[in-house]
């Protein structure tokens, strides 16, 4: 037999799984497999970190490249601003009038040209508020909105001579972040200065007006618009690795001590503490002793390579880039981007942690790993645990086949008796319920034209037709049955009944009071109407009753239509 058979070929099977060279083969494809998978690794691994180290180097070059452009753009606007307030007719007269005045502090503070030059600054919407000095060729501050200012050397002299000097040249200049020489705010902050000449009629340079700016204004603003990812900042810094912008990481600096509690700006030295400060570790030394960080360290080394070119604007703004990692001035590992603008004396650096740089790299190698480590485990596994069954198989098989033999033989032996059983009591069924079906000559004695397509799908089902003398005419009756076979035939013996019964109590000629009350002695058969009735049966039916003389035909109709051909055209009527 076939299930026999079956038993044959689990056996080989099971005896195949069981030899050794079976198993010394499965164990070499096992550790062919893992060697596949580690390379496969290895290389979707590395294939994604060069793409994920392209994208954080493109990524980080183009914010660092943005915010210098930003930068400078807007030390271009404020240049050119500068340069024409020192065209301006009223500044000129006023300058020439303080000009005039003796360079005393106490005589300047009290002059009424003084005073017109503060409201002149002061209602000038586009002048940055935090304050401006007018400089003489003698580098005396003639003009300063803070009377200390006044009178004396100007602190820019002192501290960028060649700047001012290149001013009274006829050059409009930015001046780099330093410290201030008065408190701004309470506190002594870093400035920095737009400055351009002030010429007379002539064309003669006759002084020097500045606007202070304060690099934690409008430059910390366009720097921390500028930042990559979560942990990511950009920010300033000046020609002694200190920063002049202020950090997105204020209150943390705060936190770990590298700025006072009270601070508003971040100006510390850019340099490596050698440790996470933010994990509550401690510097390895004083802060003013520690190395610059690497990022300062290649910044400062642009600036010094910038000053050996001819030309001080040619590639002025080349960045350099570190993906590998570095510790920033907090001590936290992190990629970055940085460059030196020339013109303007100031460093730019675009930093973002190195956990959140590589984050998805990182998950993505995790997954990896996990997901292979899994399906290999699953699939050695899966492997000896098939080795194992198929020796256990091997034995067990072999005992369970004459068995199972014996079993199948008893088992057809049964169903052939029961098969034989069944379709003899169908096939009587079957007799039963042509018995009741009309006989064709029941059909010729009626009509003259008549055809009969009756194809039940099996043997017995639940199709059948009636065609009955009623009263004085003839009635025709099609129904359909719920279910098919033997459930449906039982129906159609159920609908007879009804049929013979409706058929005394209804008078003749009436369809549709025979099809309802058809309808009742089925449901009360079935008991569908009570409670609890387990039966939702019942039939679909056409009924046409002609007269005695054959001219008129009644239709009624359950769910059934009847066709009625005139002519060439057939019209179909509906049962309700």
């Not at 096992?30 to 290895?42: E, K, P, R, T, Y």
């Not at 065209?87 to 502090?105: F, G």
């Not at 943390?252 to 570790?281: F, N, Y």
Request: glycine share 6%; with cysteine.
């Amino acid at each position: 037999s076939s299930a026999a058979s079956d038993v044959y070929k689990r056996q080989d099977l099971s005896s195949f799984f069981g030899a050794t060279s079976f198993r010394i083969l499965v164990l070499a494809g096992l550790s062919i497999l893992v060697a596949v998978v580690a390379i496969m690794n290895w290389v979707a691994i590395q294939n994604g970190y060069d793409r994920k180290t392209n994208e954080l180097l493109e990524n980080l070059k183009f914010v660092q490249e943005r915010s210098a452009e930003r930068v400078t753009s807007w030390a271009t606007d404020r240049r050119a601003f500068i340069y024409q307030l020192g065209r301006d007719q009223e500044l000129i007269s006023l300058t020439q009038a303080l000009l005039k005045i003796e360079p005393s502090k106490d005589i300047l503070i009290n002059s009424k040209v003084l005073r017109k030059t503060r409201n002149f600054f002061a209602g000038n919407n586009l002048f940055d508020p935090t304050g401006f000095f007018i400089i003489s060729p003698d580098r005396i501050n003639i003009g300063s909105s803070r009377d200390e200012n006044v009178g004396v050397r100007s602190f820019i002299a002192n501290a960028k001579p060649e700047l001012i000097d290149r001013v009274f040249a006829g050059e409009t200049v930015f001046i780099p972040p330093m410290r201030s020489d008065v408190q701004i705010g309470g506190k002594y902050q870093q400035s920095m200065f737009f400055a351009a000449p002030i010429r007379d009629r002539l064309g003669n340079v006759i002084a020097v007006v500045t606007e202070r700016v304060l690099p934690s204004g409008t430059l910390s603003n366009i720097l921390l618009s500028g930042r990559p990812g979560a942990t990511g900042e950009t920010y300033a810094f000046n020609a002694d690795a200190k920063m002049v912008s202020k950090s997105r990481f204020l209150g943390q600096l705060k936190e770990i001590d590298l700025i006072p509690k009270d601070a508003e700006t971040s100006e510390i030295d850019i340099r490596d503490p050698g440790v996470d400060l933010t994990q509550g570790l401690l510097p390895e030394g004083q802060m003013i002793d520690l190395p610059l960080t690497y990022m300062a360290k290649n910044a400062l080394g642009l600036m010094e390579r910038s000053k050996t070119r001819s030309t001080r604007n040619t590639q002025r703004n080349v960045a350099e880039v570190n993906i590998d990692g570095y510790r920033d001035y907090r001590g936290v590992t992190v990629v970055g981007s940085w460059s030196w603008i020339s013109e303007l004396g100031l460093g730019l650096a675009t930093e973002l942690d190195y956990s959140e740089a590589y984050e998805s790299h990182t998950a993505f190698k995790h997954n990896l790993l996990v997901i292979s480590a899994v399906a290999v485990f699953l699939a050695i596994s899966a492997t000896l645990f098939t080795l194992l069954i198929g020796q256990r198989a091997h034995a067990s098989l072999s005992q369970s086949r004459d068995q199972l033999e014996i079993r199948v033989k008893e088992r057809t032996h049964e169903l052939s008796e029961a098969y034989d059983v069944i379709s003899s009591s169908i096939d009587y069924a079957t007799n039963i319920q042509y018995s009741i079906l009309p006989t064709p000559e029941s059909f010729s004695a009626i009509f003259k034209d008549h055809f009969l397509i009756w194809e039940p799908r099996d043997r017995v089902g639940g199709d059948i037709y009636w065609n009955r003398s009623w009263g004085d005419g003839h009635l025709l009756i099609l129904t359909d049955c719920t279910g098919h076979g033997v459930p449906g035939a039982f129906m159609t013996m159920i609908a007879t009944g009804a049929l013979d019964r409706a058929q005394e109590e209804v008078t003749p000629g009436k369809v549709a009071e025979l099809i309802q009350r058809m309808h009742q002695l089925i449901q009360q058969t079935l008991r569908q109407d009570e409670a609890d009735s387990r039966s939702d049966d019942g039939l679909e039916l056409g009924v046409c009753f002609l007269n005695k003389e054959m001219t008129q035909i009644v239709f009624a109709g359950a769910r059934f239509s009847l066709f009625v051909l005139e002519e060439d055209t057939i019209n179909e009527i509906k049962g309700d």
